[in-house]
């Protein structure tokens, strides 16, 4: 446990940075882990802006301030804990909706006589 030994009392990836490295690549590290946050929050506001614009007649700009006001409203309203549970939901309907749609799409296509398996 060469962690331990460096950083015995440390819970966190940049308590363990501060310890082994110093100051300055935590603070790297935090720069880093901000941008990457950024970066993921752009893509998803993207996505729903374009799913917004495909699926209504709403322009892709208004859906993506309707995805921003929609989470910072749930957020500011319900707390951290539940924009957990609206992303644990989120994952358990994909998986729901992979379930139905990928069979459905594989055997509308013709199933396994079009692809030459033998199941």
Not at 25 to 49: C, E, H, K, P
Request: net charge positive; hydrophobic share 55%.
């Amino acid at each position: 446990m060469r962690i331990r030994a460096i950083a015995p009392n440390a819970r966190t990836l940049a308590e363990i940075i501060h310890a082994r490295h110093g100051a300055s690549s935590q603070m790297m590290l935090a720069i880093s882990n901000l941008l990457g946050s950024l970066i993921s929050l752009m893509v998803n506001f993207t996505a729903a802006g374009a799913l917004v614009s495909v699926l209504s007649p709403l322009s892709f700009e208004t859906g993506i301030i309707i995805a921003g006001l929609g989470t910072l409203l749930y957020t500011l309203w319900s707390g951290f804990r539940a924009s957990i549970l609206t992303d644990m939901v989120q994952v358990i309907g994909m998986i729901a909706i992979a379930v139905i749609v990928i069979p459905t799409i594989y055997f509308a296509a013709g199933g396994s006589e079009v692809n030459g398996s033998r199941f």
